[in-house]
């Protein structure tokens, strides 16, 4: 008889695993998030399919460099004091890793998920109507000089590794290339054949379609529980009740934590707290996303208007936003783009779940019938389609010609 499939969470991942699962296979698919999909953490990011994002925020130097970061008012990052004390034994993990033969393991694994990026996007859209979200585009890293840009040289040569090269532009050629640029940036560092999305959240939604269209069944519960019975998985359990179910693909993001506890695995993954502000109806912005690198922000058209996303606050789940880092963030954005005039701000705060070794989970846990495909950190939307297709083709037993042993849900243990 087909098997019932549970997949918890509706964000770019849970929905691409959907959309894979019902073409590799008979299988009854359901999806269930506590929120309709798309209105989770894959709304709110700089919408960038970034394939060369194969560098991790855990360079080596970071532990010397952190407390000054968390010093300085102008670099954007954020800790709610209050909070430190849960985050510091994740931290030290964290940091730990910030050392050069991790930092290329862990570029390594990424490469895996992101250097396709654009092609599995395009591939999963394929003759659907969410294919129009997904464009071609460049992709610049914005500096303000030669020196600037060669002090990521260690970053700089991960990509490499990976096979990316940046066309470079400077003085004149900047403004030539993208004319609202700030004077103060003096250098341009250009990755062709990326891609973007117009509208991450409009994006999920219109693929929620395509799996429902595909006779996926999509429904807003909260996961509680998942029961194991002799070893597999038997049901979840929602706030509306218990469904029985053959197998339960967990892409809930920082929220797996608690689920993956009731497996009897303590992950360490934390919330890194991200904002983004949408200048609705923007003029005097980017013609395509650009990376300023002074502020650690990118800025992206899209379909509501220039939208900025970055920062990186740690503070837990339940705190609100901080002003501060929106206001950074906007100072940022009015600097890069002097000329930027709008009708209004939308302001937003999401959720990156930020494992300690800063790799995804994409597995099974044991033999129990439950994958996970969660903690992508900063490549969410860039590697949710690739990862979706991976977890499909083992749960519908196709595993794709891939060597995913970096992701093992087990390495925690």
């Not at 990011?45 to 460099?65: D, E, F, M, Y």
């Not at 006779?215 to 929602?238: F, H, L, N, P, R």
């Not at 395509?288 to 837990?316: I, Y």
Request: proline fraction near 7%; glycine fraction near 12%; hydrophobic fraction near 40%.
């Amino acid at each position: 008889m087909p098997k019932h499939v549970i997949i918890a969470g509706a964000g770019i991942v849970g929905v691409s695993t959907g959309i894979w699962l019902r073409r590799f296979s008979d299988a009854t698919v359901t999806i269930i998030d506590r929120l309709p999909p798309g209105e989770g953490t894959s709304h709110g990011n700089a919408g960038v399919i970034a394939a060369c994002s194969v560098a991790p925020v855990t360079a080596p130097g970071l532990a010397r460099k952190a407390p000054g970061m968390l010093m300085n008012p102008d670099f954007p990052l954020f800790l709610r004091w209050g909070y430190f004390p849960r985050l510091l034994p994740w931290l030290l993990k964290y940091l730990a890793t910030a050392n050069d033969t991790d930092t290329r393991r862990i570029s390594r694994g990424l490469t895996t998920i992101v250097s396709d990026s654009v092609e599995q996007h395009k591939s999963l859209v394929a003759d659907t109507d969410a294919a129009h979200w997904v464009k071609d585009t460049d992709y610049s890293f914005a500096y303000a000089n030669r020196a600037a840009f060669e002090a990521d040289s260690y970053t700089w040569g991960l990509r490499r590794a990976a096979g990316f090269a940046p066309v470079i532009r400077e003085g004149d050629d900047v403004r030539a290339y993208e004319p609202q640029l700030a004077q103060t940036v003096g250098l341009l560092a250009t990755m062709t054949d990326h891609g973007y999305i117009r509208d991450p959240g409009g994006y999920v939604k219109a693929l929620a379609a395509v799996f429902d269209g595909l006779g996926g069944t999509v429904q807003q519960a909260d996961i509680k529980d998942v029961e194991i019975t002799g070893g597999k998985v038997a049901a979840v359990v929602t706030d509306h009740g218990r469904q029985p179910c053959d197998q339960v693909i967990l892409a809930t993001g920082v929220w797996s934590k608690p689920l993956m506890q009731k497996l009897g695995l303590n992950i360490p993954i934390e919330t890194e707290r991200g904002y983004h502000i949408v200048f609705e109806g923007a003029t005097g912005g980017p013609s395509h996303p650009v990376m300023v690198a002074s502020g650690k922000f990118v800025a992206t058209p899209m379909a509501a208007g220039l939208r900025c996303a970055g920062v990186v606050e740690f503070g837990g789940l339940d705190a609100g936003p901080s002003k501060a880092a929106l206001n950074l963030l906007r100072k940022q954005a009015k600097a890069a783009f002097p000329n930027l005039s709008y009708t209004r701000e939308i302001e937003w705060l999401g959720h990156r779940p930020a494992p300690s070794d800063s790799l995804p989970l994409i597995g099974e846990v044991r033999d129990t019938g439950v994958f996970t495909a969660f903690g992508h950190h900063h490549i969410g939307l860039t590697g949710g389609p690739k990862t979706g297709r991976i977890v499909a083709g083992l749960v519908a037993d196709q595993p794709i010609n891939t060597d995913i042993g970096a992701f093992d849900p087990m390495r925690f243990a």
